[in-house]
Structures are given as structure tokens and as C-alpha cells.
């Protein structure tokens, strides 16, 4: 079974400061793609990353695909109160079948 | 452009009730369809899986059961609800087939059983 281990599951941190979210599994991923979810939406694509070792911009948010597309990487820089929700990353396993496996999540609260 | 669509918003039933939750996707065809669940502010489980009419994968063991009536039409049911079905129920669609398949959620459904 394939799975994605999402960290930390928490954050919480004043307004200009940067941080980094983790998605790491022991399987090799076809792609791997983050979201954002607001309380009581559904997930809204981010990005997705699908060659090992792509980094992605955009705007503030820097997402990394690792080389042997087993894990990935979203960096926030001078995080805002806009930033504050629910992150998920998550994998397309085998054959592109567009089943994605979910990681646990990153709720991030950005204070004033 | 491609909208999806799923209803209904809020639901509360009393334990051993029916349920049905309906979504369609406009703008596409033969989308690949999915419903997934979210337990409160957590990461999703693919509950079930179809990528035609007729065709359903279930990934797990549950007290529920998914039809594709129709090409973008994907309904999750259940003959008697228990208390721990309650929670977030999203469904969901895609269309490619090949690397970086993207995948669109509806607004969710809120699923309360007492």
C-alpha cells in the first residue's frame, strides 16, 4: 500500500515568516500534486510536479519534486494571513490511473 | 469550461436512513469520477472509482456503494447509514490518462448521521 507521510500536521506562525511543508514516501510517485482547501470546500490544485528533481514556482510558493519522485516540498516565503488553510499533497501511484493517494495534511495558521 | 457539481450541500440523517449523494460534470466527456472522504481538517480517502458507465472500483470496505448511471453522473449510496459515515464526502473528476493527471473537486457534502 502506498503512502504519503505529510509534516508537520500543525503550523501556526506570524506573518512574514517562511516555512516549509514535507510529503515523503517510500514509493515512486508517476506525479505529485499540491492542494489548498478552505473549511467546508473542496481541495483546490496548487500544482502538479511530474519530473524528478522540478521545482515550480508560484509567486510565493516554491514546490520541489525530489529526484527519485518519492517525496516533495512546498516552501512558503513571507507567509501572509491569506495563506492560511489546509494542505495536501498528494500522489498518482501506478499507471497514471488518477487515483491519487492523499498525504495527511498541513493545517498552516498565518497570525497578523 | 468543465464545472462539477454535487449535492446535496448539508445532510443529516438518523442512523439505519438511506442516502444519496448525486454529482455531475459539465463540459467533458468520459471523465474518470471519484468520491472521496475527509475526516475534519485531514487528508481524503478514495472511497470509490469509475471511468465509464457501469464500471466501479471500491478501495475499501464500507457500508456504501457508488453508480454511474450515466457518463458524468456519479452517485454515492447507502441502504442504512451508520454513525461513522458521517463526515465530508467530495466528489470528484479528471480527464487525463497520462502524467500530472489533474483532478477537480466538487464543494463537498456534509454528511451528519445521529
Known amino acids: ?112 | 469550461s468543465q464545472t462539477i457539481h454535487q449535492w446535496p450541500a448539508t445532510l443529516v440523517q438518523p442512523v439505519g436512513s438511506p442516502l444519496s449523494l448525486e454529482c455531475t460534470v459539465e463540459g467533458t466527456s468520459n471523465p474518470n469520477l471519484y468520491w472521496y472522504r475527509q475526516a475534519a481538517g485531514r487528508g481524503l480517502q478514495l472511497l470509490f472509482y469509475s471511468v465509464g458507465i457501469g464500471q466501479i472500483s471500491s478501495e475499501v470496505p464500507q457500508n456504501l456503494s457508488a453508480s454511474r448511471p450515466q457518463d458524468r453522473q456519479f452517485i454515492l449510496s447507502s441502504k442504512k447509514l451508520l454513525l461513522s459515515d458521517s463526515g465530508f464526502y467530495l466528489c470528484a473528476w479528471s480527464s487525463l490518462r497520462g502524467p500530472g493527471n489533474t483532478i477537480y473537486f466538487g464543494e463537498g457534502s456534509w454528511l451528519t448521521v445521529v
Open chain 1, 1 to 112: 500500500t502506498q503512502l504519503l507521510e505529510q509534516s508537520p500536521q500543525f503550523l501556526s506562525i506570524q506573518e512574514g515568516e517562511n516555512l516549509t511543508v514535507y510529503c515523503n514516501s517510500s514509493s515512486v510517485f508517476s506525479s505529485l500534486q499540491w492542494y489548498r482547501q478552505e473549511p467546508g470546500e473542496g481541495p483546490v490544485l496548487l500544482v502538479t510536479v511530474v519530473t524528478g528533481g522540478e521545482v515550480k514556482k508560484l509567486k510565493r510558493l516554491t514546490f520541489q519534486f525530489g529526484d527519485a519522485r518519492k517525496d516533495s516540498s512546498l516552501h512558503i516565503t513571507a507567509a501572509q494571513p491569506g495563506d492560511t488553510g489546509l494542505y495536501l499533497c498528494a500522489g498518482d501511484g501506478s499507471s497514471n490511473t488518477g487515483k491519487l493517494i492523499f498525504g495527511q495534511g498541513t493545517t498552516l495558521q498565518v497570525k497578523p
